[in-house]
């Protein structure tokens, strides 16, 4: 199973927004509504930030917002703050036997 | 709340196994609200799902890996693991083990183990 695809880098001024893409295939982001992210600091474990395409787990800031159009899932943060840059990691369920993929990684810098 | 914490050696030999434990607390492993799962990270490198077990003992691997893996479950302990044999350097990265009480996704993280692969 192939990653997903993420851009590298994304960056942002404080105050500002920045979207990630995820772009997979119709076997697995376009075709479930079953994609999350994840924010990663440096020497530390994921943390989910969305669920379900558009879902945020309890505690998370509602600047953290997805969504999906066809193939490609989009992670929107508003508002940069400094303690959201970070590595940011989406994943999609992919279909038979309950397969699990991740993307590619996009790191998130606040200017 | 439910907490997960990883355990096993930090140094393995190529061509043996590595073998890790997640222990959980906060909750019971064999909750039907519950499914398990690890995931592991390579140096600099990007996630990669490696298998999830449910509740029911069914058992899903990365096809990539599936030739080389097995979790399973020992609930009178309340821990899950994972067995990784015949491993290579490539095999060297850290090792979360995660839980998941939302749909289909980890929201529940140990704070991983680095396990190496060296001779």
């Known amino acids: 199973q192939s990653a997903l695809t993420q851009p590298p880098s994304a960056s942002g001024s404080p105050g500002q927004s920045v979207t990630i893409s995820c772009t997979g295939t119709?076997?697995?982001?376009?075709?479930?509504?079953?994609v999350s992210w994840y924010q990663q600091h440096p020497g530390k474990a994921p943390k989910l930030m969305i669920y379900?395409?558009?879902k945020r787990p309890s505690g998370v800031p509602d600047r953290f917002s997805g969504s999906k159009s066809g193939n490609t899932a989009s992670l929107t943060v508003s508002g940069l703050q400094a303690e959201d840059e970070a590595d940011y990691y989406c994943s999609s369920y992919a279909g038979s036997n309950n397969r699990r993929v991740f993307g590619t990684g996009t790191k998130v810098t606040v200017l | 709340q439910l907490q997960l914490q990883e355990s096993g050696p930090g140094l393995v030999k190529p061509s043996e196994t590595l073998s890790l434990t997640c222990t959980v607390s906060g909750g019971s492993i064999s909750s039907s609200s519950y499914y398990w799962g690890w995931i592991r990270q390579p140096p600099g490198k990007g996630l990669e799902w490696i298998g999830s077990?449910?509740?029911?003992?069914?058992?899903y691997y990365n096809p990539s890996l599936k030739s080389r893996v097995t979790i399973s479950v020992d609930t009178s302990k309340n821990q899950f693991s994972l067995k990784l044999s015949s491993v290579t350097a490539a095999d060297t990265a850290v090792y979360y083990c995660a839980g998941s009480t939302v749909p289909w996704a980890f929201d529940i993280w140990g704070q991983g183990t680095m396990v190496t692969v060296s001779s």
């Open positions: 077990i449910y509740y029911s003992g069914s058992t």
């Open positions: 119709s076997s697995d982001v376009g075709g479930y509504n079953y």
């Open positions: 379900e395409v558009s």
